[in-house]
């Protein structure tokens, strides 16, 4: 079946020591995006790629980047985490931009120590 | 700037009975409306959406939404809940591009 990966499901890290989120696909989408949930509250986009191009919400902090690459893969790097980082990350894809749906991976939950 | 608002944190309804899980909105230009459904630890599943057309949308397991533009209104209904539809429900809009604006969320309780 198609659909979006994500490894590890759980991640534990120490307060600043960079760390990497994966996730992969196999829906052949255009479009991935990473999202930060905190608590069951609303997922908040992070950043998303178009293809190649990158593209980063304002409020997202520079602590956050993200590499893409190919399609199927893309990463989130986290270069210093700090204790208000550990959160739920979600990658989805999409096919296409609005009004195109997103698939969601089942997540990666942070832990910072 | 585009909004979603879940009014209701919670919804308890007994099994078999009909669901409501309310959402309204607000942006400039016409909307597109999504449901998705969250169950613990995982990601979110889309249920269905609205883009244009028939006001009443049918989607995944059952569920049906109906978009009221007069009242900037995308409620989720369910005929006869299930246990298993126990879940945190996000109403998402969105007036093209890439982002898509979450509500809050709404947590459903199923008593069997």
């Known amino acids: 079946d198609a659909m979006v990966i994500q490894n590890p499901r759980y991640q534990v890290t120490q307060f600043g020591k960079p760390v990497t989120l994966s996730c992969s696909q196999t829906?052949?989408?255009?479009?991935m995006y990473w999202y930060q949930q905190k608590s069951s509250q609303a997922p908040k986009l992070l950043f998303h790629?178009?293809?190649?191009?990158?593209?980063n919400e304002a409020d997202t902090p520079d602590n956050f980047q993200s590499r893409r690459p190919n399609t199927s893969f893309c990463f989130l790097d986290i270069r210093s985490p700090g204790l208000g980082d550990a959160a739920m990350y979600l990658c989805?894809?999409?096919?296409?931009?609005?009004?195109?749906?997103?698939?969601f991976g089942p997540g990666t939950r942070l832990t910072v120590t | 700037a585009q909004s979603v608002a879940q009014p209701e944190d919670q919804v308890n309804v007994a099994e078999g009975n009909p669901l409501t899980v309310k959402c309204t909105y607000s942006?400039?230009?016409?909307?597109?409306l999504f449901w998705y459904v969250q169950y613990p630890n995982r990601g979110l599943q889309f249920l269905l959406k609205?883009?244009?057309?028939?006001?009443l949308v049918k989607g995944s397991y059952g569920f049906e939404a109906e978009f009221n533009k007069s009242q900037t209104s995308f409620h989720l209904k369910k005929p006869s809940a299930l246990v298993s539809d126990s879940a945190l429900y996000f109403c998402?809009?969105?007036?093209?591009?890439?982002?898509?604006?979450f509500g809050a969320g709404t947590r459903l309780f199923v008593k069997a």
């Open positions: 609205y883009i244009t057309g028939d006001n």
């Open positions: 942006v400039s230009g016409n909307p597109y």
């Open positions: 790629y178009y293809d190649k191009d990158f593209n």
């Open positions: 989805a894809t999409s096919a296409r931009g609005s009004p195109y749906e997103q698939y």
């Open positions: 829906l052949n989408h255009n479009v």
């Open positions: 998402a809009v969105t007036t093209g591009g890439f982002k898509t604006i």
